[in-house]
């Protein structure tokens, strides 16, 4: 059995850390971990212009740890209002790696996001002349579709159509959680990456409701059925290049998500290379961790891969009940429970 093991430093492509006092509880979890992440521009008012994402970056910056070395990957929100010159000029900035595309109205502060893709197509063209990649939250926002199957229907109405029309654009299909998404990676040639969450590789749909409702176990896209996280672990254990780690770690406040409308996101950054570590190792699959954290990303976005390395141990530990954030706390995935894997210091 293994009981060490040490990587190549991860990367995380789909990360949340938002803004302001509270990025000094929240960096710090993933700057310990991984060396990179994509970080998600859904702030309020969200970061649409390189100005806006370098003095973010700044921001970020400032909360790392000394001991930490931990570059910040930035992206643009897209909206019916970004321009080709915001393309050229987030492509020559060296600072935006992607930019974000959200269906308004579909996930947290979302409703500056675009309505009808096909619209924004030309700025979608200067992005595959510019080799900029779109991340797309892959879920139609009809209220006539099931919550369920709003992403394999995002698929046929949106996705398919778009890689049709611009194939030369580079796509990240982010937190893929359906057998339908998986088949779709598998079958586009290398121009369509996706990544997978760590609650989409450990749980099903039944955690939304294990002894009561459980607003700490609910994000979008929503958890989905068995068959489905099984068709994730397979994609994600099969070293197939196309699928990488992207936490979409997501803090809310406690309070924020225990309430009547309570928040879509789950928090995963205090031990996210950890709960992967479980996912592969339940799986047989450890010696596929590596690529997929720490080679399959970098190597989708053209970026070096990393050269240092982290250690993890079989050491069990227990995830603490509550975390700081800002003047409010924070509930971590897995609170209170017993990981397998720890990060050695
Ligand atoms: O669960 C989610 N939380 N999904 C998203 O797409 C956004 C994220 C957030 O920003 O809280
Ligand atoms: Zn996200």
Same mark, same amino acid.
């Given at each position: %059995? ?13 990360? #949340? +850390?938002?803004?302001? #006092? !509270? +990025? ?43 001991? &930490? $070395?931990?570059? =910040? *990957? ?29 269906? @308004?109205?579909?996930?947290?502060? $979302? ?5 009808? /893709? ?8 200067? %992005? @595959?002349?510019?080799? +900029? =990649? ?5 879920? !139609? ?21 778009? /890689? ?7 796509? !990240? ?46 994000? +979008?896209? !929503? ?8 068709? /994730?672990?397979? @994609? ?8 990488? /780690? ?14 009547? &409308?309570? &928040? ?20 047989? @699959? ?22 240092? $390395? ?11 009940? %509550? ?14 429970? %017993?990981?397998?894997?720890? *990060?050695?210091?």
């Amino acid at each position: %059995m293994t009981n060490t093991l040490t990587i190549t430093r991860p990367d995380d492509w789909h990360l #949340h +850390l938002r803004d302001g #006092h !509270v +990025l000094a509880d929240i960096v710090p979890h993933t700057a310990r971990r991984f060396a990179r992440a994509i970080v998600m521009p859904n702030l309020k008012p969200p970061v649409v212009n390189v100005d806006q994402a370098v003095a973010y970056r700044q921001r970020i910056l400032a909360a790392v740890p000394d001991n &930490c $070395s931990f570059d =910040p *990957l930035m992206t643009l929100y897209l909206t019916g209002q970004t321009r080709a010159s915001d393309i050229r000029q987030a492509s020559a900035s060296g600072v935006v790696q992607a930019v974000k595309y959200y269906p @308004a109205g579909a996930t947290t502060n $979302s409703d500056a996001g675009v309505k009808d /893709l096909t619209r924004v197509y030309p700025v979608l063209e200067v %992005m @595959a002349e510019e080799n +900029l =990649p779109l991340l797309v939250h892959g879920e !139609v926002v009809d209220p006539q579709v099931d919550v369920f199957d709003r992403e394999a229907v995002f698929i046929d109405r949106v996705l398919l159509p778009l /890689l049709q029309t611009i194939p030369a654009l580079k796509v !990240v299909f982010e937190h893929i959680t359906t057998v339908e998404a998986v088949a779709l990676v598998k079958d586009t040639p290398d121009r369509l990456g996706a990544t997978i969450t760590p609650q989409h590789l450990l749980m099903n749909r039944n955690a939304l409701f294990q002894g009561g409702i459980s607003p700490h176990h609910y994000c +979008l896209p !929503v958890l989905k059925r068995e068959a489905h996280r099984q068709a /994730l672990v397979e @994609a994600a254990t099969s070293g197939d290049p196309r699928f990488f /780690l992207g936490t979409d770690s997501a803090p809310h406040a406690k309070s924020a998500k225990e309430s009547s &409308c309570g &928040c879509a996101g789950m928090y995963s950054a205090h031990a996210a290379i950890e709960f992967y570590a479980q996912v592969f190792d339940d799986a047989g @699959a450890l010696d596929k961790l590596e690529a997929f954290a720490s080679f399959h990303g970098a190597d989708f976005y053209g970026l070096p891969r990393n050269r240092d $390395s982290i250690t993890l141990e079989r050491s069990p530990w227990q995830v603490p009940q %509550m975390l700081r954030f800002g003047n409010e706390e924070l509930v971590p995935l897995g609170a209170g429970e %017993m990981l397998p894997w720890k *990060l050695s210091d």
